[in-house]
T-cell receptor, first 114, second 115 residues
């Protein structure tokens, strides 16, 4: 079945350093979504990528979808303590009504030392 | 309006008991999803509803798990003969199901502990 792998599992950075997490799928995806989960909280949607090679930016966050639509990355520039949390990628093979089956990676837990 | 709500927030039960977990989606969202999240893991897909019907229940681990959404809004996840391995946070999410790609809005989850 479809699997989504995410690395690294943990990342500890000094405030101001950059951070990147990588996501790889065993199958071609129709779209990939990124979520952030703060400690003790629930996943919160960040962004969705649907086009091959797509790059989207949200302030200090840059999201990329691979050309083959099997991998993705999230890069944070100049991390802040507010960036602390676990970042999940979640992929789907389907469209529309069958898009509901999102497969989540195990997440990358980011800690930021002030 | 309000976000996705889930009740109870915590549920402690004994092995072998029956439990029901409730999810109230965002008003107007036709799609509803159940996930299970264990410590240190990502959410694991269980079942997805489009309206009243289960569009995909391939993630339900076995026949002890069942979910309903009789009026296309509130959903209940039912677990029979609970086992210690069922202990996890059960997350519910909803989305606008008719769009081609749908961001999911998660509720706070129900933490289930089976003793």
């Amino acid at each position: 079945g479809q699997q989504v792998m995410q690395i690294p599992q943990y990342q500890h950075v000094q405030e101001g350093e950059d951070f990147t997490t990588y996501c790889n799928s065993s199958t071609t995806l129709s779209n990939i979504q990124w979520y952030k989960q703060r400690p003790g909280g629930h996943p919160v949607f960040l962004i969705q990528l649907v086009k091959s090679g797509e790059v989207k930016k949200q302030k200090r966050l840059t999201f990329q979808f691979g050309e083959a639509k099997k991998n993705s990355s999230l890069h944070i520039t100049a991390t802040q303590t507010t960036d602390v949390g676990t970042y999940f990628c979640a992929g789907s093979e389907g469209y529309g009504g069958s898009q509901g089956n999102l497969i989540f990676g195990k997440g990358t837990k980011l800690s930021v030392k002030p | 309006g309000a976000g996705v709500s889930q009740t109870p927030s915590n549920k402690v039960t004994e092995k072998g008991k029956y439990v029901e977990l409730r999810c109230d989606p965002i008003s107007g969202h036709t799609a509803l999803y159940w996930y299970r999240q264990s410590l240190g893991q990502g959410p694991e897909f269980l079942i997805y509803f489009q309206g009243t019907g289960a569009a995909d229940d391939s993630g339900l681990p076995n026949d002890r798990f069942f979910a309903v959404r009789p009026e296309g809004s509130v959903s209940t996840l039912k677990i029979q003969r609970t086992e210690r391995g069922d202990s996890a946070v059960y997350l519910c999410a909803s989305s606008f199901g008719q769009r081609k790609y749908n961001e999911q809005f998660f509720g706070p989850g129900t933490r289930l502990t089976v003793l």
